[in-house]
């Protein structure tokens, strides 16, 4: 149950005066909410200093004032293509007031000559006089109202104006209820001059005085209290993971080493690092919850391999589950070709498996004499039984829900964990993202891997490369080219389905074509086309950026690739370089770039680096879309930016742990703050359940 102190916050969004039936869509839209506190929660972005200035002179252009003067002269326009100007003084200098096709009755009532007006809003300069155009606000003093004089600036939505918007968010502000017990440490506060709770949000909404300092404080102060609820919930998921008992699986160093010695190449120093992360983990009796991050091509199935080794001769199985079953075959095919000839037996269980293959898979699974199987969301269907089940291994973890995974998780007694990701994010910011997981990083690609060599070629010279990939087609290559989407009507043919065919036509080949919508049947049968050489062109939307690995393929072409984003080129650029042939990725781009397209497609053509580059796509983009928008696995921020109070979080983690690891020894004040604080930033959690 919710603490009845926080009712009033969780009400709905149209409790707020002023938000009835037709607005109450258009602003659950622009708060991504439905209760007063999701209104409370969207900040502004910025804010206006609209303090009055003494006399126009003081007026500074290409800034905003807020001015008081006579209306000495009011010129209505001769039609509608000229303006009409509204003169103002203030005894020594004017300022014009413009407006294009206004009301000549609203402009006559609204500026009587010789009577006083307050105006506020940009000012410019145009042919050596000053002049604002429509200004924000026009007052008349008698009324005894004022501009504010600092005016929140908020994200709008269609529909909604800044003024709405602010005007709904005071009324949702009324509505807090009494300032709550502080959950923060006083030292804290103390040291960093934070305001309340209530305090900080109402200098956020309702400022009383333009003061930037002031306004970082109030935001750090509110970014703290998010990510201190947060990492209440991830040291509590810890302290529950503590407490379960999970197998103590032994390290394995004889069968490991035999692994090795068989490679044809010595693991990185990145993997070594990463499988001791690891064996570590498995040698403990709780479980394991770990995430395996590497760059395309680093080499995460074999360190998942090792694991697996591990596990097996510790006598417990391991799932492998992969979000494809292209990516679920090619996981059972490098498993199988790793372990089979050391004496692990290795599986597959996907849902193309069907009859007596499907029968003997699910016994051997649950006699036990399975000891790996690589498969999909068919892992977790109930007619799937393990007998001894100590790891699940999940790849591309972001393509799967938590509920996928604890499905999975719940066919074992408290299995291990491991989480393997493809999407490098920045270092600085890996251990902050991933909340509770404990974090290894493979940042080193395996010994004997070719460089790729990354061009920008404007699209004018595309006959140019439809002619080269002709020629690599003719010497046994395989070529991938991405286009930005299915279908349309642009000249230019840039969609998959008409690239597709005017490829097949210009090459005179058949040729493999792969994009969302098509049936999962006919995707993976497509993408099987591609990987065994029958088709040796594949065409295909941004769906194929991870899980297709074919060394064959040697040539990415991306179309349009200045509308990409800089990790996702990246990833597509990982499809290919996977063999001991040169390869090739072609940035085909439409003229003229925007510098920040031009950034991207320089970083790409300068490094193969997954965290650089994760690092110049989080400069260039920011925490939303690096980070969460647009990952599902990510931890989303509503309040605290990033990576700019990055810091808040350590102290909070540091904070968190405490609390929990002495709940019993806190005061009950501390306990119950912390309560409340948890059910208004991290729902979830609840403090000393």
Known sequence: MRDERLFPLFRPINAITGIGPK?????????????????LLHLPERWLDRRPVAKFSDAITDELATIRGIVSQVKLPFNDR????????DGEDRIKLVYFRADKKWLQNQFPVDQERIVSGRVEAFRGERQITHPDYVIDPKSGQTPPLVEPVYRLTAGLTNKRVHAAILAAHDMIPDAPPEWIDQNLITGRDWPSFKTALAMMHKPQAYDEAAFRRASDRLAYDEALARELSFARARASRMSEHAAQIPPAPEALNTLVKALPYRPTQAQIRATKDITGDLD????????LQGDVGSGKTLVGAFAAVQVATGGYQTAFMAPTEVLARQQHETLDQLLTPHGFNVAALTGRDKGKKREGTLLGLSDGSIDIVAGTHALFQEQVKFRKLGLVIVDEQHRFGVADRLRLRGKGKAPHMLVMSATPIPRTLAQTIHGDLNVSILDEKPVGRLPI???AIPAERIDKVITAIGRALKRGERAFWVCPRVDSDEADGSSAVSRAASLAKQLDIEVAIVYGRLKADEKDQALEQFRTGERKLLVATTVIEVGVDV???TIMVIERAE??????????RGRVGRGNKESFCLLLYRSPLTETARERLDTLRKTEDGFEIAEADFRLRGSGDVLGRRQ????????????????LIDIARKDAEYAIQTSSDITAERADALALLSQLLSPDFRFGD
Do not use: C, N
């Not at 607005?23 to 209104?39: A, S």
């Not at 403990?284 to 995430?291: E, K, N, T, Y």
């Not at 599902?632 to 810091?647: K, T």
């Open 632 to 647: 599902s696995g990510a931890v989303d921020y509503r309040i605290l930016e990033l990576p700019e109070q990055a810091d």
């Open 82 to 89: 000229s303006p009409a100007q509204v003169e103002l003084t």
């Open 563 to 572: 509308g990409f984003g800089l990790a996702q080129l990246h990833q597509l």
């Open 23 to 39: 607005l109450k869509p258009l602003f659950e839209h622009l708060v991504g909410g439905e209760t007063v506190w999701d209104m």
């Open 453 to 455: 060599d990354t061009r």
């Open 284 to 291: 403990q009796s709780h479980p394991m919850h770990r995430m």
């Open 551 to 553: 060394p064959e393929a």
